[in-house]
């Protein structure tokens, strides 16, 4: 059995920590938190899931074989420096810090660790996410399947090269808000056609899950499956005209490249932060 420690307990944490005690892989006191800044959050982590939590990083680590690193972006640095003095380098490392790229985590550890980005989504939370990892060139088979066990409590796995994981967080990262803006527009045409809110909700959900198990479940292509829903002259056709017309096909090819290009951006930005800041540390 494992001993997994994270520093950092945040709603994408306490979302796997749920998740791999739920699958049983993991027994509850197996687990430690670290959390110096909020020890109202870390008392509920602890009383709602039976881990060991601390305010100390030492204690926390020690002997740790997985360690979470599950903060925010900006405080990554601050995080692993105050965390490197527990950190060996049979550890396998997991970071679920966006943007952060795996040479800054090398470069602050500064020692020779297995490290894996993660790159969950917020449907983590019932655990459904679509997760992509990449490692570094230290990490061994054993370790991969680790990580990909841990995260197969929350939902799919997916192995990418870390050039890819740009491409994933406009894909699957931002991906639940772009089904939720188009339920939007569902419930407001439901409404506008006189539905009340309790049956078209139930409507739409039921439409998406659906759609998403056939997706699932069929060996056809969605153009097919659309295809087979789309009778000529009925009203499916004409409501993808519409679509066609407003060229949503389009938009949402250019939303999802564009919430790309801005993935990148923002992560060379944490980036140039984090080199800057090792540069005047002295590391």
């Keep these: 059995m494992k001993n997994i420690a994270y520093i950092g307990i945040g709603s994408m944490a306490e979302a796997i920590i749920s998740g791999i005690i739920a699958r049983g892989g993991v027994n509850p006191t197996q687990i430690r938190v670290a959390n110096k800044s909020n020890q109202e959050r870390l008392a509920y982590v602890q009383q709602q899931y039976g881990v060991h939590g601390y305010t100390s990083l030492e204690?926390?680590?020690?002997?740790?074989?997985?360690?979470?690193?599950?903060?925010?972006?900006?405080?990554?640095?601050?995080?692993?420096?105050?965390?490197?003095?527990?950190?060996?380098?049979?550890?396998?490392?997991?970071?679920?810090?966006?943007?952060?790229?795996?040479?800054?985590?090398?470069?602050?550890?500064?020692?020779?660790?297995?490290?894996?980005?993660?790159?969950?989504?917020?449907?983590?939370?019932?655990?459904?996410?679509?997760?992509?990892?990449s490692a570094n060139s230290l990490i061994g088979t054993g370790q991969l399947q680790l990580a990909i066990d841990l995260f197969s409590s929350i939902g799919t796995v997916s192995v990418v090269e870390e050039n890819k994981l740009n491409a994933v967080t406009g894909l699957s990262g931002s991906g639940p808000a772009y089904i939720y803006y188009v339920v939007e527009a569902m419930e407001k045409s439901a409404q506008e056609l006189?539905?009340?809110?309790?049956?078209?909700?139930?409507?739409?959900?039921?439409?998406?899950?659906?759609?998403?198990?056939?997706?699932?479940?069929?060996?056809?292509?969605?153009?097919?499956?659309?295809?087979?829903?789309?009778?000529?002259?009925?009203?499916?056709?004409?409501?993808?005209?519409?679509?066609?017309?407003?060229?949503?096909?389009?938009?949402?090819?250019?939303?999802?490249?564009?919430?790309?290009?801005?993935?990148?951006?923002?992560?060379?930005?944490?980036?140039?932060?984090?080199?800057?800041?090792?540069?005047?540390?002295?590391?």
Excluded: H, W
Aim: aromatic share 4%; proline share 4%; with cysteine.
């Design 59 to 133: 204690a926390a680590l020690t002997n740790a074989d997985v360690v979470f690193l599950a903060v925010k972006p900006k405080d990554v640095l601050a995080a692993l420096s105050a965390a490197r003095p527990y950190l060996t380098e049979n550890m396998l490392l997991i970071s679920v810090a966006a943007g952060v790229n795996l040479a800054n985590l090398e470069n602050i550890i500064d020692k020779k660790m297995a490290i894996v980005r993660a790159m969950p989504n917020t449907s983590a939370a019932v655990g459904l996410s679509a997760t992509a990892l």
């Design 194 to 283: 006189g539905l009340d809110s309790d049956t078209a909700k139930q409507l739409i959900i039921q439409t998406i899950q659906g759609a998403a198990e056939m997706l699932n479940q069929s060996p056809k292509t969605p153009a097919t499956l659309r295809k087979e829903v789309t009778s000529p002259g009925g009203t499916t056709e004409a409501g993808l005209k519409v679509l066609d017309d407003y060229q949503v096909k389009s938009a949402f090819i250019s939303c999802i490249e564009e919430a790309t290009k801005q993935a990148k951006r923002m992560g060379d930005e944490i980036s140039k932060d984090i080199n800057k800041e090792i540069s005047s540390l002295n590391f």
